[in-house]
Every structure is written in C-alpha cells, then in structure tokens.
C-alpha cells in the first residue's frame, strides 16, 4: 500500500513516501492521520489527510487554498445549498 497526500498547490495526489519531503504527523478529530509536508515539485508546504491505497486516489479534495468547484465531485448537501444561495441573488 502506498501512503498518498494530496498538494493544494500541484493540485496532485503525491507519494507521501517519494514525492514530499515529511515534516510532522497528528490526528485530526476522527483519529485519522494528518501530514504537514514539503511538496518536492512546487516545495510549498501543506497539510492534508493521509489516504492508504494501492493505487493513486481519483479526483481531488476540497483545498482552502484553491477552491476548485468542477475539481470535487458535489455532495446532495452541497448541491442544495447552492441551489439556495443561487435563488437567493436572483
Ligand atoms: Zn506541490
């Protein structure tokens, strides 16, 4: 299995293990892991869950950074909401 984080920056999953240089490990709230680390390719730093796979997770994660709505695939929670805001400024 291979450890992947994703970097808000590269918009990339990478290889927790070859692709990112470690800095820390915690937990967030739901005892997953949590991994600060200096991308190798843009040499920002970031901090995002840990995913376990075999092999490169699809699609992307919610990124504060760069918020990228087509990137993410819409919750009915958050398609709702849009929706509401959308008749909200029409
Ligand atoms: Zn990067």
């Given at each position: ?8 920056d ?36 970031n ?8 092999t490169?997770?699809?699609g ?10 087509s990137?993410?695939?819409?919750t ?5 909401s ?9």
């Open positions: 299995m291979i450890n992947w984080v994703w970097c808000g590269c918009l990339d999953w990478k290889d927790a293990g070859n692709e990112v240089s470690f800095m820390s490990i915690e937990e967030d709230t739901f005892g997953k892991d949590v991994m600060t680390f200096l991308c190798d390719k843009c040499e920002k730093e901090k995002n869950n840990v995913i376990e796979s075999a490169k997770p699809r992307g994660r919610r990124s504060i950074k760069h918020h990228h709505d990137f993410i695939p819409l009915v929670e958050d398609a709702i849009r929706n509401n805001k959308k008749d909200k400024y029409r």
